[in-house]
């Protein structure tokens, strides 16, 4: 599951999720660990197609994996 979400997860106390990704329709629930099936949302139901996955172009740094990762090993 992605880092975001889970962190969100756990901050907020949301215990569900749906997926923002184009021709997803899946929501995941923290709390049990499982994929669910959820009611329809109100759109906008993903991001454009035409945006770069993990963000817009030229806002995420190149090294961003290796980032995220030395993150993770000094906590």
Request: charged letters at 20%; proline letters at 11%; aromatic letters at 8%.
């Amino acid at each position: 599951m992605n880092r975001h979400a889970t962190a969100h997860a756990r901050a907020t106390g949301h215990r569900v999720m749906q997926s923002f990704e184009p021709g997803e329709d899946w929501f995941w629930d923290f709390e049990a660990g499982v994929q669910i099936t959820g009611p329809e949302l109100a759109p906008p139901t993903s991001h454009p197609e035409s945006q770069s996955v993990p963000g817009p172009a030229g806002r995420v740094p190149d090294d961003w994996q290796q980032i995220l990762a030395a993150r993770d090993a000094d906590a």
